[in-house]
């Protein structure tokens, strides 16, 4: 049996970001809406989803770079196919790259919202 962390909710092709793991909604909801801190396990597991997400958009980036130096220096010496095999790779780590980001972006976001939460409930109660 697979164990799968998440499920995908969509009907249409699938793209990275329904393959990377997702910020569950109701973690969100409880910092956000309901202004109610993580619990220690959920914030380190935020934790673990941001740094993941920089570690991997690290190397594609540095790839994108590489690939773009090699073509620039073998222009001349390389096919209309293999020009258009780069052309969608590029294309698809770019996506990847943007997944990973605002999956990072997300994480930190949440971050940041609890700590001001458990801030308040520290200071006890809500602050303007």
């Known amino acids: 049996m697979f ?4 499920t995908i ?3 249409n092709n699938l793209d990275y970001a329904d393959l990377l793991p997702q910020i569950p909604q109701q973690m969100v909801a409880r910092v ?3 202004l109610e801190p993580l619990q220690e396990d ?3 597991l935020i934790q673990r ?5 920089e570690t991997a958009s690290a190397p594609i980036l540095h790839g994108i770079s590489a690939i773009g130096e090699l073509l620039a220096l073998s222009a001349t010496d390389v ?6 095999n780069i052309g969608w790779l590029i294309n698809s780590l770019g996506n990847e ?3 990973l980001s605002n999956l990072k972006t997300e994480s930190e976001h949440l971050l ?10 520290f200071d006890g109660g809500m602050t303007s």
Do not use: G, M, W, Y
């Open 9 to 11: 909710q969509s009907d």
């Open 32 to 34: 956000s809406v309901k």
């Open 3 to 6: 164990n799968i962390p998440f």
């Open 49 to 53: 989803i941001c740094s993941a997400s």
């Open 97 to 99: 790259a943007a997944a």
């Open 112 to 121: 940041k919202q609890n700590r001001k939460v458990k801030l308040a409930h």
């Open 79 to 84: 096919s209309q196919e293999t020009i258009s």
């Open 42 to 44: 959920e914030e380190k």
